[in-house]
């Protein structure tokens, strides 16, 4: 893999953890007792970004490394992947 590769994995691997932890623990307006004039009462009281933040780089870190691991070992090669999905014809 070149150095490009690895860094665009990470990168999809990163947005794709974030998309999976942008919903955790969030907690509503209405949930909180606060609603604020001109929101939506479904809107999150606070979004603690700054956490997911660093949440998301420690478990897409994990998880690229697993990728990465996965990849140069060829655990999974090409080959394997074409067999799965072909279809006989």
Known sequence: MTITSVIVLYAITWFAVLFMVLPLFVKSQDEAGE???GTSPGAPDESMMRKK???????????????????RSEIISLEDITAIFSRPV
């Open 35 to 37: 609603v604020e004039p």
């Open 53 to 71: 933040l660093i949440w998301t780089t420690i478990a897409a870190t994990v998880v690229w490394a697993l990728e990465l691991l996965v990849i």
